[in-house]
């Protein structure tokens, strides 16, 4: 027995040995691929040494000779740093995921395949001027020098992941970073699946109700479009919404519209600062990624040093600043996207008709390799407004007639898209009017340009804006018969349509993807914009002062007061408050009796360590749900986010909007106050369901938690123990402090959509200004660089956005310098 003991236990011990033994090796190999920031590389294809000074937070600090030089170390450091991430976005726009993923992203390839933006950037490479031609060959032989580097030295195939997937990775190009580009334009464009929306809706409500659900910025009416049964000949198919399982995958660019792009900014002249100099604050919000999407980097230009917030695979500081202008962006829900619905010749389907007769298909076959499972073949189709789309795609076959397909009319899909050469110009340029100018070549994302210099301050739309026939149809807002010439696009606006704002009288510029103009169609911008409640906030902190500072900018930005709840909550509960006897302990009148009482005292702050938000979040959203399910059945499945100005429209009953409130099926007649008052029970019981019974020890950042997933890695069981990164925040989905929730499932109050880069730029004394990342510089999960800034960003912190080159050597982690190999 005793001798059985010992040879278990020297078994056991063993084992634990080798377990550990197996440890280390798994960190040593994974450890291979973390850079030595101090290590210099003697390297082909750079001209002259080049000085990479990576200060205490891992910002590289590029000082070079030479712009091709300056570039080519922009692409070695972010190859260093995120090469697994590069290498996604670079297979995400080429439609070649599945090669490592199998059948689960067949789906998107098929998408991107269709759209082919990777052969659109391949010829839009030779549209860039000169300049920006030798930035991509330069940022991509960094790049290369890198990959090189990986593969000669054993440096643990570059990244931990490469050895989950195939570490093959193919040479960088300057399509590669064009690719990119379009990727980004994909991922802030939602009116594709907003036209189809709204066509689903107009098929199951009549107008008025449909104007109060999709209700338009209350700004000047907007004339009734047709019923849009009556432009499609033969009956439309069936209703049958279905949830787009490929639109959630963290893999997919192809994100629900609540998830379109959204950002803020603002800017004050100089005479509106304490200090005396303009001032300027920006937070572009992306989804919430481990490692964020945004890299920190500062270079020296011969036209001077720029420093800001980059994408891994551009050559560009995308937001920022130099030493005489700053500059920030945010979407501008301009309406670049219409669908058209083309009508299949019946005498050949390989033609579609138009007023000129029928036209060809532009055909042609693409595979798509899939990772353990048959290749899939598809045919590419393009209509003279662009690629043919199924309709299993963004829902499409609900509201496509038999015998007509849906096209895709888009700005993004130019080969001839110079966007890259605006993004160098407006990098290089000196003045707020030279920045205005470089926007001149922005073709896609369309986006809001916030400019300031020592001077003044400047809101410039950029991108192409589409021109339509003034008696288009649908106005763009619907899918449109394309037979009917008027509803296809006439070419683009001239860049002096777009809306400019210079130097305003008030002093201050903001936008927070709220309404920029109101201007009649076609030059109307958008009917849909992405904000019509954190600009209400924004105007009224702006005229709490004066003048502004440093301090005033980031407060604003850091704002987390909520609009939405402290104008609707009022009116949902204005029959509720201090209303009926009181009740015993643990009842459900008294919980709601404690509920309410809350709220009547609650500011509207979305603070994380109070259980206000959580209750009105879990009552608005209830309470929406149960006003939608009744009338518009599976569709109510698609809001998955409260819908301010609807809710604000039944509650005031403007246009008899009420009516919303009767469940139709049941006998009563329920008033708005019946629905409030079941709503918020509703919400109390789940919320006691998942957080207890003790209302006071809620907390919304319980919640409201941050998610920093890995794309890839982050539902692997274990590692997604040490490849996510976590944190309770404050904010909501309508605060300036912006932190959009996932919206549904089982964590529908999730942070998965913010402010992943903050910048504040002052330039009375341009080296206080600061900005701040989401998570850290690493792409590496070992690495202390992986997650260093998340903290300060979660509790509002910056790091100093300095061009002194004393201040990057102080303290820093790394000092490298890349030396020309000998001839």
């Known amino acids: 027995m005793v001798l059985a003991f010992r040879w278990l236990l020297r078994l056991f011990t063993g084992l634990v040995v080798l377990g550990v033994v197996a440890l280390l090796l798994a960190y040593w190999i994974l450890t291979r691929s973390l850079p030595d920031y101090n290590e210099n590389f003697t390297l ?22 030479t712009e091709a030089d300056a570039f080519y170390a922009l692409g070695f450091v972010h190859a260093q740093d995120r090469l697994w991430q590069m ?13 490592l993923f199998g059948t689960r992203t067949v789906k998107i390839d098929e998408l991107m395949r269709r759209l082919d933006l990777y052969t659109l950037a391949k010829t839009s490479v030779e549209v860039q001027d000169d300049r920006t031609k030798a930035a991509l060959a330069a940022y991509s032989s960094g790049v290369n020098a890198w990959i090189e580097q990986v593969n000669s030295g054993a440096r643990g195939r570059g990244a931990p992941e490469f050895f989950f997937f195939s570490n093959e990775i193919a040479a960088w190009s300057p399509a590669d970073c064009l690719a990119i580009q379009k990727l980004m334009a994909l991922q802030l464009s939602s009116h594709l699946e907003s036209e189809v929306q709204r066509a689903q809706l107009s098929l199951i409500l009549p107008p008025e109700r449909l104007r109060d659900l999709l209700a338009d910025d209350p700004n000047p009416a907007v004339a009734a479009l047709p019923d849009y049964a009556s432009l499609m000949p033969g009956p439309m198919p069936a209703a049958n919404p279905r949830k787009l399982a490929y639109l959630d995958d963290p893999l997919s660019p192809f994100h629900s519209a609540a998830f379109a792009g959204a950002s803020n900014a603002w800017a004050a002249v100089p005479k509106r600062s304490a200090a005396g100099g303009s001032l300027l604050a920006n937070d572009p919000h992306l989804q919430l990624t481990a490692p964020s999407f945004w890299y920190l980097a500062r270079l020296q230009l011969p036209t001077g040093g720029v420093i800001g917030g980059t994408i891994p695979g551009m050559p560009i500081v995308l937001v920022g600043r130099s030493d005489k202008l700053g500059w920030g962006l945010t979407s501008s829900y301009l309406d670049d996207q219409d669908v058209v619905i083309e009508k299949i010749n019946p005498a050949n389907p390989e033609e579609y008709l138009t007023p ?6 532009i055909t042609r076959r693409t595979i798509i390799t899939v990772k353990d499972a048959p290749p899939v073949t598809i045919t590419q189709r393009w209509s003279e407004s662009g690629p043919i789309l199924p309709g299993s795609h963004y829902d499409l076959q609900s509201v496509t007639p038999a015998g007509h397909v849906a096209a895709l009319e888009w700005t993004a899909l130019s080969d001839k898209d110079t966007s890259m050469t605006a993004a160098v110009r ?31 301050i400047a809101l410039q739309l950029i991108g192409a804006m589409p021109a339509r026939d003034p008696g288009h149809r649908t106005q763009g807002r619907m899918p449109a018969p394309g037979w009917e010439g008027k509803n296809r696009w006439t070419g683009m606006l001239p860049y002096e349509d777009n809306p400019r704002f210079v130097n305003p009288g008030s002093g201050l510029l903001g936008n927070t993807n709220n309404k920029i103009i109101d201007r009649p169609f076609p030059l109307h911008v958008s009917f849909d914009w992405g904000d019509t409640q954190r600009i209400q906030r924004w105007l009224a902190l702006m005229k709490t002062r004066e003048v502004h500072t440093r301090e005033s900018f980031i407060e604003a930005q850091l704002d987390t007061v909520d609009p939405t709840a402290r104008n609707l909550l009022p009116l949902i509960g204005a029959d509720l408050w201090f209303t009926g006897d009181a009740a015993p302990e643990g009842t459900p009148e008294r919980q709601r009796q404690t509920a309410l009482k809350l709220m009547a005292e609650w500011n509207g702050e979305m603070n994380e360590h109070l259980p206000e938000p959580l209750i009105a979040e879990e009552w ?10 009744d009338e518009i059945g599976p569709m109510a499945d698609k809001f998955t986010h409260i819908e301010p100005l609807f809710v604000e429209r039944v509650f005031r009953n403007e246009g008899g909007a009420s009516v919303w409130c009767d469940v139709i099926q049941s006998a009563p007649v329920e008033t708005c106050t019946d629905i409030a008052r079941s709503s918020l029970d509703e919400a109390l019981l789940n919320l006691s369901e998942k957080y207890g019974p ?21 539902d692997v069981p274990v590692l997604r123990y040490f490849v996510n990164i976590r944190q309770s925040t ?75 080159p004393a201040l990057a050597r102080a303290a820093a982690v790394g000092d490298a310098w890349l030396t020309p190999a000998p001839p």
């Open 426 to 456: 407006l990098m290089t340029s000196a003045s707020v009017d030279e920045a205005i100018e470089a926007g001149r070549l922005f073709i896609a994302p369309s986006q809001n340009l916030m400019l300031a210099d020592q001077n003044g």
């Open 356 to 361: 000129e007769g029928p036209k060809p298909f």
């Open 694 to 714: 003790n209302i006071e020890s809620w907390r919304w950042g319980d919640a409201h938690q941050a998610a920093h997933d890995h794309p890839v890695l982050g």
């Open 87 to 99: 290498t996604m976005l670079r297979r995400t726009a080429q439609g070649r995921l599945s090669e």
């Open 730 to 804: 404050s904010g909501g989905d309508t605060t300036l402090m912006r932190g959009r929730t996932k919206g549904d499932g089982a964590e529908p109050f999730l942070n998965v959509h913010a402010g992943a880069y903050r910048g504040v730029y002052d330039f009375a004394d341009p080296d206080s200004s600061v900005f701040i990342i989401s998570t850290g510089q690493s792409g590496h999960p070992l690495s202390r660089f992986y997650d260093d800034q998340s903290e300060l960003w979660r509790r509002g912190e910056y790091i100093p956005m300095s061009l002194d």
């Open 620 to 629: 608005l959203r209830v309470l929406q749900d149960r006003l939608l399910r």
């Open 44 to 65: 082909s294809g750079v001209e002259q040494p080049v000085e990479i000074v990576r200060n205490n937070n891992n910002v590289p600090h590029i000082f070079a000779k």
